[in-house]
């Protein structure tokens, strides 16, 4: 039985003492990310320092791989989407946003997180029928979301030009002005 106790007691201070270098692997990178993105933006001129945030991309995707469960992970997915969004890594954000959408579906910017890949997917890659599929998959899922109004719009406007735009907008304009 003495046995049994000291097998324990010694059981408890190895779990131990591995989750607080879990938890301070963790902490140091949350710091390490706090700090690139403190210097994420030139003050002076207000440029996106393009390299920061590559490594940035890379830190937020690596934290989430390794803590996917932590509360922090769809915030920092969202962050990395956006940040590729910011260096023109198209194919990477939608692949990112879908991830936000679908792996943490209960995130409370989840349902963006799906009409920005939409977005994505018209006015950057140019793939409009796999942008329509996605605004109409955010109007099927979120019929009352502030944004399914601008998704119904986005599909009534997908292949049209902005003057073709501008004419629709001003015909319906001028029937709710009569």
Do not use: W
């Not at 690596?62 to 198209?90: E, G, Q, R």
């Not at 599909?155 to 002005?177: R, V, Y």
Request: aromatic share 12%; net charge negative.
């Amino acid at each position: 039985m003495k046995r049994v106790i000291i097998f324990f007691a010694l059981a408890t201070v190895i779990f131990t003492a591995c989750n607080v270098k879990e938890g301070s692997i963790k902490n140091v990178l949350v710091d390490e990310i706090s700090n690139y993105e403190k210097v994420l933006m030139d003050t002076v001129n207000y440029n996106l320092n393009t390299d920061t945030a590559k490594v940035l991309i890379i830190k937020y995707q690596n934290f989430v791989n390794k803590y996917s469960n932590d509360s922090l992970s769809p915030i920092y997915l969202l962050k990395a989407a956006d940040l590729c969004m910011s260096t023109k890594d198209y194919t990477t954000a939608v692949k990112l946003y879908e991830n936000v959408y679908t792996k943490y579906s209960e995130y409370e910017k989840a349902p963006q997180a799906l009409f920005l890949q939409a977005m994505t997917y018209c006015d950057f890659l140019k793939n409009e029928s796999l942008g329509k599929i996605k605004y109409q998959e955010f109007i099927n899922k979120y019929p009352n979301h502030e944004l399914s109004d601008d998704a119904k719009k986005s599909i009534e406007f997908i292949g049209k030009t902005p003057e073709e735009i501008l004419e629709i907008l001003q015909a319906k304009d001028s029937l709710s002005n009569n």
